[in-house]
């Protein structure tokens, strides 16, 4: 059911000097299924990440920010799906370092070198004696297997690549995620992981992670539920040939924070594509508000309305749905007489209702799409806001309903 | 599909002294439809309303408060389905007032003694006309058949009363609502009258209705929509025989506020049970806040989060999918691990984790019931707050992908 979504060829994802993948099965959930990815880093690396801001957040995502905050380097993560580890407790947290510990011990390194993922069930003990059992079967992948050894009920494998030249020095980035239900912002039930050889420092990588996630992956809705164990990591290898980059002012520094971007961007409308039951991919452009906040207010109104949903489900240009989400977004002071509304580039409101010229078959052209752009003018300031989001099936209901994902 | 919902009985609907309720087919948008609702009411009554919320609120929203505000006493409402005169303009204003214009005339009033009410399609101009030919067909009608009137989607009329004595003297309250998608609070897509023979002052009764809709009104989810027509209406006719209630310190005022609370949470709650595509009736209920607020925050993060809906309607006792909402509803400091949750009466959750005795077969027999309750208990505070929901079916979806509603 993906929304143009094709899965990665090996060929068209570069190796990142200084990441080395293993996958193996370990039978979490489903024999013979790759289920544990586990990345080695080489010394010199910089790795900078954020997590779930879900209270609930699962065992794994604790640990990590741990972890990343005990000033030692990280050299290795490790990640199995088929249980989220979440809801677990005290006996969650000891599980999911006895992995961390496993992976240390093959590895020589101290237990705070390694950083733990799970994404699966919530509330159901991690079997940590199968995650540990299987290490020893880890075998060498590229990113196209790791990242089919992620995956969930995603349908297609979600990965993506950048190369740019920094004075002269070619440059590689290459990400790979996970996810397809329960997506929101901060963050979607999502495990992202990019890699790119250019050598940045600590500070700016902690700074880049963060404006990057903020534009691709907490950009996505596919039903407004955030999850316990979302996890996005950025890894800078250093092995390129290129210069460190020390300082927001260097050229360099927005040049790789822009690649980074379109490829975090690329993954995060892949999770939406791949959204359960989505037959659209929709985009939510909202411009001319007075901050970006009142703009993601209104692009998330409109994103996250099951009536609107089911409305691009089944084609329908119901524009009375759209008007009201923009309505209720918590604006304040809106004036929704200065506002316009287009699809795509036809527009169909302004002056507080419908436009007098709007013919309801030019809507209806553009809902028989299958990638569709909403687009809101405010006309109250110079912020803008794009979110990406899919329409509301029956097929999401049956998965949601049928299965315990 | 409602869930243990009947259609209400005309002799348990007691008349409202000083209301008259008239009935017409207009043919709006189905001929032959009863579709306006008039209700005249007689010298020396009082009339207190709450609106929507959603900034694009409909032209007769505007038009109630304009004329709430005039001063002078309300002597008529009129109600028309079919047609919401929403996201019109300055057209759809001249519309609703001519609609008013034409009822003052009929029965010799000020235009400002008229109160319009619209619902049905957002974005197309309301058929004035069909309307104002229509009230020379009015009929005498009783709240049963007002309730019938005033029904869009709805699959079941909703009505409710109550009698009490006050002072030893017979007071009685009627209600009627209707509205079934679009549901959220500040307003759910409904449209609310009641109407008592008590007599109330004004300030007491616009005290009334804002407390009165907050704990049963502004307490419902269907879709987390909120509506550009939703209103709620309180009339005092003051045709009891009871004294006139002028102080929040009389106990007849907390008798009457009960009363008056009892008849808006059942037709509240009836809107849910008619919610579209439900299939169970959900209470959700949040103890041990530091707030009402978060209360409310923690039950609607709950009641409007589509995996916990669909998790109902499949009766999959998902546990960890209603902790995912408790922990993202954006409870500030949150202590996971001091919280408990209970569906009726089995505790599933406490600690961060399942509770140790929990059963699957336990959870799976509450959720096997068409009504559950879900208790949360924060363990912070002493505040609380009670919500309704319903699950989310393949139902809700065809409902709202094959009908422009």
């Known amino acids: 059911m993906a929304v143009n979504l094709n899965p990665p060829q090996a060929g068209q994802l570069p190796a990142i000097a ?32 954020v997590f779930t801001r879900n209270r609930f957040c699962a065992a794994p995502v604790r640990l990590c920010q741990q972890h990343l905050a005990a000033g030692v380097q990280i050299r290795a993560l490790v990640v199995n799906t ?50 540990i059992q299987a290490l020893p079967t880890l075998r060498q992948a590229d990113w196209a297997e790791a990242a089919q050894a992620i995956m969930t009920t995603d349908t297609i494998a979600k990965a993506a690549s950048r190369t740019l030249e920094i004075d002269g020095k070619k440059i590689s980035i290459t990400g790979i995620a996970k996810g397809s239900g329960m997506i929101h912002p901060n963050m979607a ?72 971007l ?4 690329e993954l995060a409308q892949a999770i939406v594509r791949d959204g359960e039951g989505a037959t659209k991919f929709i985009t939510v452009e909202v411009n001319g508000g ?36 923009i309505g209720y977004a918590g604006v304040a002071d809106l004036d929704v007489d200065r506002l316009s509304l ?27 799409q299958s990638e569709i752009t909403v687009r809101v003018e405010l006309g109250r300031g110079a912020a803008c806001a794009k979110v990406w989001t899919c329409d509301f099936s029956y097929e999401y209901v049956r998965i949601n309903a049928d299965y315990r994902s």
Not at 218 to 246: P, Q, R, Y
Not at 292 to 314: G, H, N, Q
């Open 262 to 265: 379109d490829v975090a961007i």
């Open 82 to 131: 088929g249980n989220a580890n979440a809801g677990t407790g005290v006996d969650g947290h000891n599980r999911a370092l006895a992995v961390c510990q496993a992976v240390a011990e093959q590895n020589q390194l101290q237990v705070e070198q390694v950083l733990p993922f799970s994404t699966g069930v919530i509330l159901e003990p991690l079997p940590a004696d199968k995650i």
């Open 18 to 49: 200084g990441v080395e993948l293993l996958v193996a099965e370990a039978g979490i959930k489903t024999p013979g299924r790759k289920d544990v990815l586990v990345v080695r880093l080489d010394k010199g690396n910089t790795v900078a990440g």
């Open 189 to 260: 039930t999502m495990l992202g992981f990019v890699a790119t050889d250019a050598a940045v420092t600590r500070p700016l990588l902690n700074q880049l992670v963060k404006e990057v996630a903020d534009q691709s992956f907490n950009s996505i809705t596919v039903d407004g539920d955030t999850s316990t164990n979302d996890s996005f990591i950025l890894i800078s290898t250093g092995k390129s040939e290129a210069a460190l980059i020390d300082s927001v002012e260097q050229p360099a520094y927005l040049q790789l924070k822009q690649a980074l």
């Open 342 to 368: 287009y699809l795509d580039d036809v527009l169909v409101a302004c002056d507080g209702g419908r436009h007098p010229d709007y013919r309801e078959e030019q809507g209806q052209a553009v809902m028989n």
């Open 290 to 325: 007075r901050s970006v906040a009142e703009c993601k207010d209104v692009a998330y109104a409109i994103a996250r309305s099951p009536l609107v949903k089911t409305a691009f489900f089944a084609s329908d240009p119901n524009l009375g749905r759209l008007l009201a989400a």
